[in-house]
């Protein structure tokens, strides 16, 4: 483990270097390896474990197009894929990959097959670090940790097939067995993570819910919005207002930043839209402390983990959301993307 000084705080990380993949497969080479839920982060997870050598088995419940999707994937009804409670029971390490919603509703079946020294493994925080609303309360005698990585199942899967990885956070809850970290290390190595930096299960859930609903996701399409239309009202075409507020960031200046920094990017811009970036930054900057201020607050008193809690337990969510969903994809912002990126030109 190194310690590495980000502006002057001390963060402990964990690079490849550091804790090897050999080493990695020698810690995990006695372990059944369960992956639960194939939606979001199970099959990136799941496939990049059985690639780096990992005994490997998925739970999903039989039926669901997430069990069509593993059979697809290669696992073997039976052999490899199993459903959820029987999978539980053959592991030795259970990483709960569900849903939040889905964690919830499986998990009195889940906890009945945590027998001592198992492992319990999540990717997200929220079941834990909202335990007093969720009901997930781990047994005393299995250790508990956590492994996020800081992006889509999808991204982990394809930086690994492209040699890459994917940074991910890490996290003790629970530590019976004395063997805690070095299993979540292990796990975050094997899943294909580029280097592992250290948080608790309340950090991973509060900051991950504030971001997916700040700049991730929420603030970002709120603000495409607003520029979009501001373009359109003052009678910029479409294709010249979506242009200019995502296809420009998307396709340019993003992958700049990713690879530089947004130093870097103000500093190797046009004198005119530097001066005016740094001037207008500032506007934005105070504009919006006062929301993510707001938006963190609920996120700590609970309210964000009720509301999740809440809509999802209702039995037309799916409905309302895909009708949420279809009024976004058909908004005139993004149809217009959808023309946009067929103009986009292809390899030779």
């Known amino acids: 483990m190194a310690t590495i000084n980000f502006g002057g705080v001390v963060e402990n990380v964990v690079k490849r270097d550091e804790f090897p993949l050999e080493k990695a497969k020698e810690v995990l080479k006695n372990e059944t390896v369960a992956v639960i839920g194939y939606g979001v982060q199970g099959p990136g997870q799941a496939l990049n474990l059985k690639d780096n050598g990992i005994n490997v088995i998925v739970g999903q419940r039989k039926g669901t197009n997430s069990w069509k999707k593993a059979l697809a994937d ?70 508990v940790v956590l492994v996020a990585p800081k992006g889509s199942g999808t991204s982990l899967r394809s930086l690994f097939l492209k040699g890459h990885g994917l940074n991910s956070s890490y996290a003790v809850y629970q530590n019976p067995t004395g063997k805690a ?39 970002i399409a709120g603000i495409f919005e607003a520029q979009f239309n501001v373009l359109r009202q003052r009678g910029h075409s479409p294709s010249e207002a979506f242009n200019e507020t995502v296809e420009e960031l998307t396709q340019s200046l993003m992958p700049l930043v990713a690879e530089n920094g947004m130093d870097w990017m103000f500093a190797n811009c046009s004198t005119t839209a530097q001066r005016g970036a740094l001037d207008w930054k500032e506007k934005f900057r105070k504009a919006n402390e006062p929301i993510l201020n707001e938006l963190y607050d609920s996120v700590a008193s609970g309210r964000e983990a009720e509301i999740v809690i809440e809509a999802n337990s209702k039995p037309d969510y799916r409905i309302k959301l895909q009708e949420e969903l279809a009024t976004l994809q058909q908004s005139e912002l993004w149809q217009t993307g959808v023309e946009v990126r067929k103009l986009r030109p292809t390899k030779a």
């Open 74 to 143: 290669g696992w073997q009804e039976g052999k490899t894929l199993f459903e959820v409670e029987e999978a539980c029971e053959k592991a030795t390490v259970v990483m709960n990959l569900l849903s939040d919603a889905g964690q919830i509703q499986a998990w009195e079946g889940m906890k009945k097959k945590l027998a001592t020294e198992k492992t319990l493994y999540f990717s997200h925080g929220f079941g834990i670090a909202f335990q007093e609303k969720t009901g997930i309360v781990p047994p005393k005698d299995v250790d």
């Open 181 to 219: 970290q070095e299993t979540a290390l292990a796990l975050g190595i094997a899943i294909g993570s580029g280097y592992l930096f250290e948080t608790t299960f309340q950090k991973e859930a509060y900051s991950d819910l504030t971001g997916e609903r700040g700049v991730l996701m929420g603030a």
